[in-house]
C-alpha cells in the first residue's frame, strides 16, 4: 500500500536532526580520529613550516585529516570542501569543536597539505597505527624466537596519462613548442615566419596516421620522422628567439615543459636512427616527465605506466616496503624487509611467503641463516619429504592470496589503480594514503564485527563468522582478543 504524502518542501529549519544534536559515538569518522597518532602527525607537520614568520598556518589535524578524507572517499579536491561543510561527523574528525558551513580553506591547499606529508612520514603513521614496535639492537641476537609470517608481493599503481605513442608524443611536442613561440615572438625581433612549415598541415599528416584503424609499420616509421622535423624546427626557433630575449621571460613551468621536450626529442631521434623502441629513462608524458613505463608481463596488460611498489602484509596490514618510479626488482627487497620487520617486531619472522621471484639464492642463503622458512620447493632434486613440502607449498599459497587480495581491493575500492596527482612527492604520499585508508577500513570493519556480534557470541554458531572473517583477512588469533 501507498499513502500519499504533501508534496510540499517544509521548511529547513522544520528539519529534526536525528541525533538530538548530538554525535554518535561509534560512527567510523569518530572510530578513526581515536586510531590516528594526532601528536606524530603534528611533528611531521611542523618539520615544514616556519614558526617564527609568516601568518598563522592551517593545523595539522586539519590537513592530514583533509587528505585523509579525500583517499577514503574517492573525492576530488573541490569535493572534500564541500562534504566537509556537510557532515559534522568529518568536521570532528578534524578536531573542530563545533559545526561550520563555510570553507574552512581553499581547494587549491590541498596540493600543499599533500607536500607537506611525505610519503615516507606517511608510512611510518601507518606503522604507529597498526604495529606495535618492540624494542630491539640491530647488533644483538632478537630477543623473541621467530613468530609470524611476512607476505611480500609487488604491485604498480598506474597514473593518470594517455596511453603513449611515439607519433602522439612528438605531435604534442610540436604543439607545445609552437605556444612556446607564440609568448616568445613579442619579446623579439618579429621577423620572418613564426614557424617554417604550415601548422594545419602538419596536423593533417599526423591526424592521417592515427586516424587509420592499423597503419603499417613504414607510416609509422615515415610519420614520426615528419614529426621529428617539425619538432626540430621549433627548437631552431625558440632557440635564436632565446638569443633575443633570454630565458627569464618564460615561466617556471614552460621552461621545465620545454627541457623535457629536449630531452624527448633526443630519444625519439636515438630510438628512430637505431630502429628500436626502447631507451633508458624513457619519457612517456610531457605532464609527467617522472613517470616511466614498467615492464610486469600481465595479462592483457603488459607494461603499466606509473609507480612499482613492493607491498608486505603482516597481521593483516598491509605496508609499503618501497615505492619509485623507476622498475626495480622487487626480489632485492625481501632482505631489507625482513630486517624492518625485526626491528619493528623484536623477531624475525617464522616464514615469509612470497612468489618465485624472492626465492634466489641470497635470500634463500639469508632466510636459512635466520631460521627463516621461505615458500617455495627446494632447489635441486626432490628429496624423500618431497610431497610433504609439496602441500605445505600449496598452502603457502593459499595464504599467499591474502596479499593479492589487498592488491585488488586498494585499486578497486581505494584508487590505487589510478593516480591523479601530477607531482612526483604528491603522486607517491596519494599511493601510500590509499594503503593507510584500506587499513583503517579493515581495522573499522573488524571492530564492527566484534561489536555486532559480540564476545559471548564466538562461542555459539555466529561466532563461525566472525573466524571465517578472520582467515579472509588473515588476523591471526592472538589479535581477536584485542576487538572484543
Not at 615572438?185 to 591526424?207: D, F, M
Not at 616527465?289 to 606509473?306: L, N
Amino acid at each position: 500500500m501507498y499513502r500519499k504524502r504533501d508534496r510540499a518542501q517544509f521548511y529547513i529549519e522544520d528539519f529534526i536532526m536525528p541525533f538530538g544534536g548530538k554525535l554518535r559515538a561509534d560512527n567510523r569518522w569518530v572510530k578513526m580520529a581515536e586510531m590516528i597518532p594526532w601528536d606524530f602527525v603534528e611533528d611531521i607537520y611542523l618539520e615544514n613550516m616556519n614558526q617564527d614568520n609568516g601568518a598563522p598556518a592551517i593545523s595539522s589535524r586539519i590537513a592530514f585529516g583533509a587528505i585523509q578524507v579525500k583517499e577514503y572517499e574517492k573525492l576530488s579536491d573541490e569535493r572534500v570542501l564541500d562534504y566537509i561543510c556537510e557532515n559534522p561527523y568529518v568536521q570532528y574528525f578534524l578536531g573542530l569543536q563545533e559545526f561550520q558551513d563555510t570553507p574552512l580553506f581553499d581547494s587549491s591547499m590541498m596540493v600543499h597539505f599533500r607536500k607537506r606529508f611525505p610519503a615516507d612520514k606517511i608510512e611510518e603513521i601507518n606503522k604507529r597505527m597498526f604495529v606495535e614496535p618492540k624494542e630491539d639492537d640491530p647488533d644483538d641476537d632478537p630477543p623473541f624466537p621467530n613468530n609470524g609470517k611476512l607476505l611480500l608481493d609487488a604491485t604498480v599503481a598506474e597514473s593518470d596519462i594517455r596511453y603513449p605513442t611515439d607519433i602522439s608524443l612528438l605531435n604534442e611536442s610540436r604543439e607545445n613548442l609552437e605556444q612556446i613561440i607564440e609568448e616568445l615572438w613579442g619579446h623579439g625581433p618579429k621577423q620572418g615566419h613564426k614557424t617554417r612549415y604550415n601548422r594545419k598541415k602538419a596536423r593533417s599528416q599526423y591526424l592521417q596516421i592515427i586516424k587509420q584503424k592499423a597503419p603499417g609499420a613504414k607510416k609509422i616509421k615515415a610519420g614520426i620522422g615528419i614529426q621529428l622535423g617539425y619538432v626540430w624546427s621549433n627548437l631552431e626557433t625558440i632557440g635564436e628567439l632565446l638569443l633575443h630575449t633570454g630565458l627569464d621571460v618564460l615561466p617556471e613551468k614552460r621552461t621545465k615543459r620545454l627541457m623535457t621536450i629536449c630531452e624527448l626529442y633526443r630519444q625519439q631521434r636515438a630510438m628512430y636512427e637505431d630502429g628500436t623502441h626502447r631507451c633508458e629513462n624513457r619519457i612517456v608524458s610531457l605532464k609527467q616527465p617522472h613517470v616511466r613505463p614498467i615492464v610486469r608481463g600481465k595479462a592483457g596488460k603488459p607494461v603499466e605506466f606509473g609507480q612499482k611498489m613492493a607491498l608486505s602484509v603482516v597481521n593483516g596490514y598491509t605496508f609499503i616496503e618501497k615505492q619509485s618510479f623507476d622498475n626495480f626488482n622487487e626480489g632485492t627487497c625481501l632482505i631489507e624487509s625482513v630486517e624492518r620487520y625485526r626491528r619493528l617486531h623484536g623477531c624475525y619472522p617464522e616464514v615469509v611467503q612470497a612468489d618465485r621471484i624472492y626465492r634466489n639464492r641470497d635470500n634463500r642463503a639469508y632466510c636459512k641463516k635466520h631460521g627463516i622458512r621461505i615458500s617455495g620447493p627446494r632447489l635441486g632434486r626432490p628429496g624423500k619429504a618431497a610431497e610433504k613440502e609439496r602441500d605445505t607449498a600449496i598452502q603457502d599459497n593459499r595464504e599467499r592470496n591474502t596479499i593479492e587480495g589487498r592488491n585488488g581491493m586498494a585499486k578497486r575500492r581505494f584508487g590505487l589503480d589510478l593516480i591523479y596527482a601530477y607531482l612526483p612527492e604528491t603522486a607517491l604520499t596519494e599511493a601510500v594514503l590509499n594503503v593507510l585508508c584500506m587499513n583503517v577500513r579493515i581495522r573499522l570493519l573488524l571492530l564492527r564485527l566484534y561489536r555486532f556480534f559480540g564476545k559471548r557470541r564466538l562461542r555459539t554458531g555466529l561466532g563461525d563468522k566472525i573466524v571465517a572473517w578472520h582467515i579472509l583477512l588473515n588476523i591471526p588469533e592472538q589479535l581477536r582478543v584485542g576487538f572484543a
